[in-house]
């Protein structure tokens, strides 16, 4: 069974600044991959960014990294330059290896991230 | 091109009632999930249609609860004698089909789902 862990029910940044969201997840298998989503107000889930368990370096998409320590099982989310749209839940999501079928993603309980100006 | 649409985006219904949910995937995904979230609670997968397979319905909560996807496209999930422990935001996701799925699922913006 998968399990993803948010230890942060929230968190505050100021506008400009770095943040870190933790995500630790636990999973048997050698094969899987790690996204994390956005969440506004507004409901949707907005897909940010993905890592495979394979992939050698970290993922970047413009302000957003994944910091991936595979031996550590984590794979934090590091916010650059936050903006006060960036306020937000933020979820980590785990799936299970390709070809196995179903790619359903299980979630973690999320991080509510609040820019301050 | 057009998103992940549902409808209807927010319904009340009387503890006991049914309740239909639709979910209209991208054109051309063939995967198609269902997820709930509770107040407060990060994702919780229902089920998986995948073309013309057997749908995954291992998430599913109990028995009053089922979907159906017809043509491989819009899929209807449905909650009989709602109970008010099902009020939640009920989510659907479509991916591409084979290897592609594995590293996009594109959300809708959800049914808010109220039993009172």
């Known amino acids: 069974a998968q399990k993803i862990t948010q230890t942060q029910p929230g968190m505050f940044v100021q506008e400009k600044e770095a943040v870190t969201l933790d995500c630790t997840y636990d999973?048997?298998?050698?094969?899987?991959?790690l996204f994390w989503y956005k969440q506004p107000s507004s409901g949707e889930m907005i897909f940010l960014i993905y890592?495979?368990?394979?992939?050698?370096q970290n993922a970047t998409e413009g302000r957003y990294s994944l910091n991936f320590q595979k031996a550590r099982k984590s794979a934090n989310l590091v916010i650059s330059a936050s903006q006060l749209g960036d306020s937000a839940m933020y979820f980590c999501?785990?799936?299970?290896?390709?070809?196995?079928?179903?790619?359903?993603?299980?979630f973690g309980k999320g991080t509510k991230l609040s820019v301050i100006p | 091109g057009a998103g992940v649409s549902q409808s209807p985006s927010n319904k009340v219904t009387e503890k006991g009632k049914d309740v239909e949910l639709r979910c209209d995937p991208i054109s051309g995904h063939t995967a198609l999930y269902w997820y709930r979230q509770s107040l407060g609670q990060g994702l919780e997968f229902l089920i998986y249609?995948?073309?013309?397979?057997?749908?995954?319905k291992s998430g599913l909560p109990s028995d009053r609860f089922s979907a159906e996807r017809t043509g491989g496209s819009v899929s209807t999930l449905t909650i009989q004698r709602t109970q008010q422990e099902d009020s939640a935001v009920y989510l659907c996701?479509?991916?591409?089909?084979?290897?592609?799925?594995?590293?996009?699922?594109?959300f809708g913006p959800g049914t808010r789902l109220t039993v009172t």
């Open positions: 999973t048997s298998d050698q094969s899987y991959g």
């Open positions: 996701a479509s991916s591409p089909g084979g290897l592609a799925g594995a590293y996009e699922q594109y």
């Open positions: 890592q495979g368990s394979y992939d050698e």
């Open positions: 249609f995948q073309g013309n397979s057997a749908p995954d």
């Open positions: 999501a785990m799936r299970g290896p390709p070809g196995a079928g179903s790619y359903q993603l299980t």
